[in-house]
């Protein structure tokens, strides 16, 4: 996508803006049209990415400002700790415009410290909470 960019860039000798390294075409990307939830920003499907990646894409309503979608995405993408989601990247430019993130193995934490087999783990959590920080 970014070598066709530059390419027809080049050609039509127009100044274009680069695509952010957190780009992810809709094209690459496949979801369940049915979200497993929905809260006031968005809705969250399950899907694939690429080669197959398990992913969550959370799809933006209108209401959810773009002026304020870029940055915190470049910010996320460009995190690298255990114990934050990692942000695969987004798209900006569809509609409705989506974020694309590892699909975590137990589900959100309230679900999950909501079991009374995982009350055992709150302070570890918390701990790892902690030091995603």
């Known amino acids: 996508m970014k070598q066709t960019l530059g390419k027809i860039a080049s050609v039509s000798q127009i100044d274009v803006d680069g695509i952010p390294d957190w780009f992810i075409s809709p094209d690459d990307i496949d979801y369940c049209s049915k979200p497993f939830t929905c809260g006031v920003s968005g809705a ?16 933006l309503t209108v209401e959810a400002s773009m002026m304020n979608f870029v940055p915190p995405i470049a910010l996320w993408h460009n995190l690298s700790h255990p114990h934050v989601l990692k942000l695969f990247g987004a798209c900006h430019v569809s509609s409705p415009p989506f974020i694309v993130c590892e699909d975590a193995t137990f589900g959100n934490l309230h679900d999950y410290l909501t079991k009374p087999s995982n009350r055992d783990n709150i302070w570890r959590l918390l701990l790892q909470a902690a030091l995603g920080m």
């Open 44 to 59: 969250l499907h399950r899907g694939k990415w690429g080669q197959g990646t398990r992913v969550v894409v959370k799809t």
